[in-house]
Nanobody, 127 residues
Framework: QVQLVESGGGLVQAGDSLRITCTAS????????MGWFRQAPGNEREFVAS????????YYADSVKGRFTISRDNARNTVLLVMDDLNAEDTAVYYC????????????????????WGQGTQVTVYS
């Protein structure tokens, strides 16, 4: 059973940066594509970023492109999301997810692509 635990959320001011980490256990981390999603109050959960098994392919939602960076360390079973120039619209619970799917583009943006999820970490941005 794969377990994902997010950490590093918090309260930050608009314009600041924050790093959130997802740590995996109980599986073969390097065999999973990984992704970050977020859910703001009253909104549907939405895709943020994904990274392929090797880390070679990354993909971002338009709303975070150029501000967020996803990376992974397969030796440490971790995936990192660095969030720069945060704004109030980034306030949400951020979820880490893992996927055993495969497609030719190595891009995984749908919640249905993912097989296991973390519990989430809250990120709050104030002006």
């Amino acid at each position: 059973q794969v377990q994902l635990v997010e950490s590093g959320g918090g309260l930050v001011q608009a314009g600041d940066s924050l790093r959130i980490t997802c740590t995996a256990s109980g599986g073969t981390f390097g065999s999973y594509n990984m992704g970050w999603f977020r859910q703001a109050p009253g909104n549907e959960r939405e895709f943020v970023a994904s990274i392929s098994r090797t880390g070679r392919t990354t993909y971002y939602a338009d709303s975070v492109k150029g501000r967020f960076t996803i990376s992974r360390d397969n030796a440490r079973n971790t995936v990192l999301l660095v969030m720069d120039d945060l704004n109030a619209e980034d306030t949400a619970v951020y979820y880490c997810a893992g996927s055993m799917k495969w497609n030719v583009n190595n891009v995984y943006t749908s919640q249905d692509d993912y097989d296991f999820w973390g519990q989430g970490t809250q990120v709050t941005v104030y002006s």
